[in-house]
């Protein structure tokens, strides 16, 4: 919702999220996940995929609403990493982001 349609929203919460969906895979239970996201290694499901990957698709020049990010390190399913990269990536192009 955030990088496909800012404009709705005046402020989003994004909790323990999955967004970098070119390296999911890689990290804790992702591998498990491929079949229902497909493989980004893949040059077909990637092409698919990147049109909704919400760490690929941070943009300078579109306005987001604030965002709140968090995450756990005792959930076993998503790896941190994923809301941490999204902060940084958010805050680097210079939207306003909470973690």
Known sequence: MLTKYPQVFG?????????????FHLLL?????VAEYG??????DWAFISEYSLYQNVSADRA???VLITTS?????V?????????????????????
Request: charged share 30%; with cysteine.
């Open 73 to 77: 390190t005792r959930d076993d399913r």
């Open 11 to 23: 402020a989003l919460v994004c909790q323990v999220p999955l967004l970098d969906m070119k390296r």
């Open 39 to 44: 493989d980004p290694d893949e040059p077909e």
């Open 79 to 99: 790896h941190p990493g994923h809301a941490r990269k999204m902060t940084a990536a958010l805050e680097e192009a210079g939207h306003p982001v909470w973690y």
């Open 29 to 33: 239970a992702g591998a498990s996940w």
């Open 64 to 66: 987001y609403p604030p």
